[in-house]
């Protein structure tokens, strides 16, 4: 599928804003903007699995299109909500335990690249994965 494969952040956009609107403090930030985040993709019909490894931890995320999970952040913030597939677009709207407010993540193919949006509060960043 589109999303299938090993994906390697290239660059981000107003991801500090981003952070620090999300509550995470000035040194987090400062690592997270190193993480050297990788995302290993897999789709089976419904059904995807993300593996995260960066700086800061190794994870792995199984979830179904339109069935609710909880996941953690890199920062331990919890969010629980569900992924949704609108043409080529995954689309994550998820709830943050801790305060109820919204997160909405997008993730799309754009010629060669695989973008990342995030938004919450008003507030949107990008980050930009390479195909290695």
Known sequence: MAFDGTWKVDRSENYDKFMEK????????KLAAHDNLKLIITQEGNK?????????????IVFELGVAFTYSLADGTEVNGAWTLEGNKLIGIFKRLDNGNELNTTREI?????????VYEGVEAKRIFKKE
């Open 22 to 29: 999300m509550g995470i403090n000035m040194v987090k930030r």
């Open 48 to 60: 995807f699995t993300v593996k995260e490894s960066s700086t800061f931890r190794s994870i792995e």
């Open 110 to 118: 754009s010629g060669s690249e695989l973008v990342q949006t995030y």
